[in-house]
C-alpha cells in the first residue's frame, strides 16, 4: 500500500475480486420531505440493497467486484443490472425471473421522525434465487465474499446463501459480513436475531452498527463487553460503526475506535455500506491489515472517510465517493 503524508494512497485494490451478494433493488422516496407515504406528492427512484451498493463502493474506489443475486426480468430489473454494469461491476452472477418482480421499498421520514415502509416483496425476484441458479465460477473466483442478512429471510434465497458462501470458503475466500438490520422484513425480532446469528460463525470479517449491536446482544450498551460476547473463535475483524462518531474494531490481539471525519451530513443512506466497500477493498490483497494495528487504522481512517463523504449527497449510490475524493478529504484531515 502506497503512502502519501502519512495518508493511505493510490489505487484501492490491486485486483482480488469482491463478491458481493444479496438484494438490489429501488427505493422510492417522497419528493418532498417531512410527509408520510399516503401525502407524497410523488416518488423519486433510489437504487439500492445494501450488498449492491457495496458492490458499486468497490468499483467506484478502483476495486473489483461483481454482485450476485436476481432481479425480475422488467424495466427495473434491467435498469438496476445496467447501473451495475455503468459502474464497473460485473452482473454475470445475476438471474432475471420471469415471473416475480424487482423488489420495491418505498420509504418516508415523516415529520413526526417516524420512518414509514412499504415493501413489494410478494414475492420479489430476490427472495427466489436458487442455489442452482448461482455462477459457482464466479463465486470460486472470489478473494472476499460479502454478503448481509435480508438473503436469509425466506427460502429458496436462503439455501442459495448458505451455498454460495459454503463454495466461496471451500475455494479460501475471505467471509464478509454486515447484517444490516431490516427489522420490518422480518417475521419478528425473535425470528430476526436467531437467524442473523446462524450464520455468525462462519465471517472473519463482520461489521455491526451501534444499533444492531444492542439488538444482538439485548444490551442497552455499547461498550467492548457488548462487542467481545459477538466474538467468535473464526473471527479475525469485528467492526462496530457508530455514525457520526467513527468506529470500533476488535481484534484478537487488540482494539480500539477510530473518529469520524467532520461534515455537513445531509443523507446517511449508503455510509455503511461505503465503509465496507472501501474496508473489503483494502483488505483484499493484503491481509496483513488484520493483524497489524498501525495498517488498519489507516484502513479505518480511508472507510470513514469515505462513509463521511457518503452522507454529504442524497442517496447511496450517487454519493460513493472515488479514490481520489478520499484523498481529498484525508489531506483536509478530520
Ligand atoms: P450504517 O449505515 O451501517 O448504520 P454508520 O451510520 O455507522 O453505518 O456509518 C458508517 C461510517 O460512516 C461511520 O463509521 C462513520 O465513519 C461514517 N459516518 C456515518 N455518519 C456520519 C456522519 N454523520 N458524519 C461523519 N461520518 C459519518
Same mark, same amino acid.
Given at each position: 500500500? @502506497?503512502? !502519501?503524508?502519512?495518508?493511505?494512497?493510490?489505487?484501492?485494490?490491486?485486483?482480488?475480486?469482491?463478491?458481493?451478494?444479496?438484494?438490489?433493488?429501488?427505493?422510492?422516496?417522497? &419528493?418532498?420531505?417531512?410527509?408520510?407515504?399516503?401525502?407524497?406528492?410523488?416518488?423519486?427512484?433510489?437504487?439500492?440493497?445494501?450488498?449492491? !451498493?457495496?458492490?458499486?463502493?468497490?468499483?467506484?474506489?478502483?476495486?473489483?467486484?461483481?454482485?450476485?443475486?436476481? #432481479?425480475?426480468?422488467?424495466?427495473?430489473?434491467?435498469? $438496476?443490472?445496467?447501473?451495475?454494469?455503468?459502474?464497473?461491476?460485473?452482473?454475470?452472477?445475476?438471474?432475471?425471473?420471469? =415471473? =416475480?418482480? &424487482? =423488489?420495491?421499498?418505498?420509504? &418516508?421520514?415523516?415529520?413526526?421522525?417516524?420512518?414509514?415502509?412499504?415493501?413489494?416483496?410478494?414475492?420479489?425476484?430476490?427472495?427466489?434465487?436458487?442455489?442452482?441458479?448461482?455462477?459457482?465460477?464466479?463465486?470460486?473466483? @472470489?478473494?472476499?465474499?460479502?454478503?448481509?442478512?435480508?438473503?436469509?429471510?425466506?427460502?429458496?434465497?436462503?439455501? =442459495?446463501?448458505?451455498?454460495?458462501?459454503?463454495?466461496?470458503?471451500?475455494?479460501?475466500?475471505?467471509?464478509?459480513?454486515?447484517?444490516?438490520?431490516?427489522?420490518?422484513?422480518?417475521?419478528?425480532?425473535?425470528?430476526?436475531?436467531?437467524?442473523?446469528?446462524?450464520?455468525?460463525?462462519?465471517?472473519?470479517?463482520?461489521?455491526?452498527?451501534?444499533?444492531?449491536?444492542?439488538? $444482538?446482544?439485548?444490551?442497552? /450498551?455499547?461498550?467492548? @463487553?457488548? @462487542?467481545?460476547?459477538?466474538?467468535?473463535? !473464526?473471527?479475525?475483524?469485528?467492526?462496530?460503526?457508530?455514525?457520526?462518531?467513527?468506529?470500533?474494531?476488535? +481484534?484478537?490481539?487488540?482494539?480500539?475506535?477510530?473518529?469520524? *471525519?467532520?461534515?455537513?451530513?445531509?443523507?446517511?443512506?449508503?455510509?455503511?455500506?461505503? *465503509?465496507?466497500?472501501? #474496508?473489503?477493498? /483494502?483488505?483484499?490483497?493484503?491481509?496483513?491489515?488484520?493483524?497489524?494495528?498501525?495498517?488498519?487504522?489507516?484502513?479505518?481512517?480511508?472507510?470513514?472517510?469515505?462513509?463521511?463523504?457518503?452522507? +454529504?449527497? /442524497?442517496?447511496?449510490?450517487?454519493?460513493?465517493?472515488?479514490?481520489?475524493?478520499? $484523498?481529498? $478529504?484525508?489531506?483536509?484531515?478530520?
Amino acid at each position: 500500500m @502506497a503512502m !502519501n503524508n502519512g495518508v493511505v494512497s493510490g489505487k484501492a485494490s490491486g485486483g482480488g475480486l469482491i463478491v458481493s451478494f444479496g438484494e438490489m433493488l429501488i427505493d422510492f422516496v417522497p &419528493t418532498v420531505s417531512g410527509v408520510s407515504l399516503a401525502e407524497a406528492p410523488g416518488f423519486l427512484k433510489a437504487p439500492g440493497g445494501a450488498p449492491a !451498493n457495496v458492490a458499486i463502493a468497490v468499483a467506484r474506489l478502483g476495486g473489483k467486484a461483481a454482485f450476485v443475486g436476481k #432481479l425480475g426480468d422488467d424495466e427495473f430489473g434491467h435498469m $438496476l443490472a445496467g447501473i451495475l454494469k455503468e459502474n464497473g461491476v460485473s452482473a454475470e452472477g445475476i438471474n432475471f425471473d420471469k =415471473a =416475480a418482480r &424487482t =423488489a420495491l421499498a418505498f420509504v &418516508t421520514l415523516r415529520a413526526d421522525g417516524e420512518r414509514e415502509f412499504m415493501f413489494y416483496r410478494n414475492p420479489s425476484a430476490d427472495m427466489l434465487l436458487t442455489p442452482e441458479e448461482l455462477n459457482l465460477e464466479q463465486i470460486r473466483s @472470489a478473494k472476499v465474499f460479502h454478503y448481509g442478512s435480508i438473503s436469509l429471510i425466506v427460502e429458496p434465497c436462503r439455501s =442459495a446463501h448458505l451455498r454460495a458462501m459454503e463454495v466461496a470458503k471451500e475455494a479460501g475466500a475471505l467471509l464478509s459480513y454486515d447484517p444490516n438490520l431490516r427489522l420490518p422484513l422480518w417475521p419478528s425480532a425473535a425470528e430476526a436475531r436467531e437467524q442473523i446469528m446462524s450464520i455468525w460463525d462462519k465471517a472473519e470479517v463482520i461489521k455491526v452498527s451501534d444499533v444492531e449491536l444492542e439488538f $444482538l446482544t439485548g444490551s442497552d /450498551k455499547i461498550d467492548d @463487553a457488548a @462487542a467481545m460476547s459477538l466474538w467468535h473463535p !473464526n473471527l479475525k475483524l469485528l467492526l462496530v460503526t457508530l455514525g457520526e462518531h467513527g468506529c470500533r474494531y476488535y +481484534t484478537k490481539n487488540f482494539h480500539g475506535s477510530m473518529e469520524a *471525519f467532520h461534515v455537513k451530513a445531509v443523507d446517511t443512506t449508503g455510509a455503511g455500506d461505503s *465503509f465496507v466497500g472501501a #474496508l473489503l477493498c /483494502k483488505i483484499v490483497d493484503d491481509r496483513s491489515v488484520l493483524d497489524d494495528e498501525q495498517k488498519l487504522r489507516e484502513v479505518l481512517k480511508y472507510a470513514n472517510a469515505c462513509g463521511a463523504i457518503t452522507t +454529504t449527497k /442524497k442517496g447511496a449510490i450517487p454519493a460513493l465517493p472515488t479514490d481520489a475524493d478520499v $484523498l481529498t $478529504l484525508l489531506k483536509r484531515g478530520a
